[in-house]
């Protein structure tokens, strides 16, 4: 943990920052280093690792205040896996709670599960086609998420009543037991069984959410898929996702992008490829020929002579990049198609040609094979 960076100065923000500075100076320092702008660019994408690490840290409550009193330490998974030695705690204040109680230092292990909980993530995929990726597009996705009863009201608490004050934590969702030990007295604090945590009781639940304030509901969303978007990425829709507990942010959408095959085109990152067959004779002679692009045909003249696996280049006809006017290129690979099936005239025809062609200079791969022939044979 030594060689890790301030989560602050990673996002270039002051620790007194607010969520909405975190999150803005977050999506300056993610499209800056985001690996679609810089490709192959290993640092680059170190450093956008390094800025999604110290969002996911100062974007969730719990995880911020922990790190803002513990640094590093405290939201290293290793001091709650069993790998660190602790034993399976949830952080440092349950280590402490259970050693000293919560009299010592201010301690509770209570505390941090009654805080704002920040709601679950939705993952969906959905297929767009080569052309929807490469020029982007708008989508409506179906998204089943937990939303406040109508009925209640989101208390949970049937339509004229209300939740009471628990009675045996006396509304603060926490149990304090003191005992008194050689030491001194100890305080230990835990989550109240009968309103979890919540401080209220609700004697006579919502029949139509049974008591949760919560029903799953299907709704539609509409969702931009920006240009140059490839197969495998995310989309990230804040706030879109199930929603936080006990005044916490909801979850994000994420939406993961499966692109269609394409029956001629294939895309490597920006650039677009084709292969496109040319008879013999256009080959030799040379010809122009038409050539399919995402823009639409467009002509491209051959020179006498190609040969087969020859790699033209088209640029600017490849994928737009994301947020920006620049494009990749197309490459076209041309094959050569060998004539089957001729008749007896056109057999004797190129007979005719190849041995007129005997001696000469228009097949130099050949003839160079040849020489090499007589040397190895000598």
């Known amino acids: 943990m030594a060689d890790k960076r301030d989560y602050y100065e990673v996002l270039g923000v002051s620790r007194s920052a607010s969520d909405d500075e975190i999150k803005k100076a977050y999506r300056k320092e993610a499209k800056k280093y ?44 290793n001091f709650s896996q069993g790998g660190g030695g602790f034993g399976g705690f949830d952080d440092f204040g349950d280590i402490f709670s259970n050693i000293f109680g919560g009299g010592f230092g201010g301690f509770g292990g209570g505390s941090r599960r009654n805080g704002p909980v920040r709601g679950a993530d939705i993952q969906q995929v959905i297929d767009i086609t080569f052309e929807e990726a490469a020029f982007g597009c708008k989508k409506n996705i179906q998204v ?44 230990n604090i835990t989550t109240c069984p009968d ?82 067959p040319i008879t013999f004779v256009q080959a030799t002679l040379g010809s122009t020929i038409k050539v399919p692009t995402l823009d639409g045909m467009v002509e491209y003249d051959i020179p006498e002579g190609t040969q087969t696996g020859t790699v033209f280049k088209l640029k600017g006809k490849g994928i737009p990049f994301i947020r920006s006017k ?16 001729l008749s007896p005239k056109q057999k004797e025809l190129l007979r005719e040609f190849d041995a007129a062609s005997s001696g000469k200079e228009y097949y130099k791969k050949q003839k160079n094979w040849i020489d090499k022939m007589k040397d190895f044979l000598k």
Do not use: W
């Not at 290993?42 to 640094?71: I, T």
């Not at 339509?159 to 001194?184: H, M």
């Not at 620049?326 to 099936?341: L, Q």
């Open 34 to 77: 985001h690996p679609d702008l810089h490709p192959g660019d290993k640092e680059a994408e170190a450093k956008f690792k390094e800025v999604n690490e110290a969002y996911e840290v100062l974007s969730d409550s719990e995880k911020k205040a922990r790190y803002d009193q513990f640094g590093h330490a405290g939201v290293d998974p």
């Open 326 to 341: 620049n494009r990749g290129d197309e490459y076209v690979t041309v094959e050569v198609e060998v004539p089957k099936n």
């Open 144 to 187: 089943t998420r937990a939303e406040n009863c109508t009925a209640c009201k989101g208390t949970g608490a049937k339509a004229g009543t209300s939740p009471v004050t628990c009675k045996r934590c006396n509304g603060q969702g926490q149990i304090r037991q003191q005992t008194r030990t050689p030491l001194g007295y100890m305080t």
């Open 195 to 276: 309103c979890k945590g919540t401080g209220k009781v609700i004697t006579d639940p919502c029949r139509e959410c049974r008591g949760t304030g919560k029903v799953r509901k299907t709704s539609t969303i509409e969702i931009n898929i920006p240009q140059g978007i490839n197969h495998g990425q995310t989309i990230q829709v804040s706030g879109k996702g199930e929603p936080g507990s006990r005044g916490g942010s909801a979850g994000d959408l994420l939406i993961t992008i499966r692109i269609k095959p394409h029956p001629i085109f294939k895309r490597e990152n920006y650039n677009v490829f084709i292969e496109i």
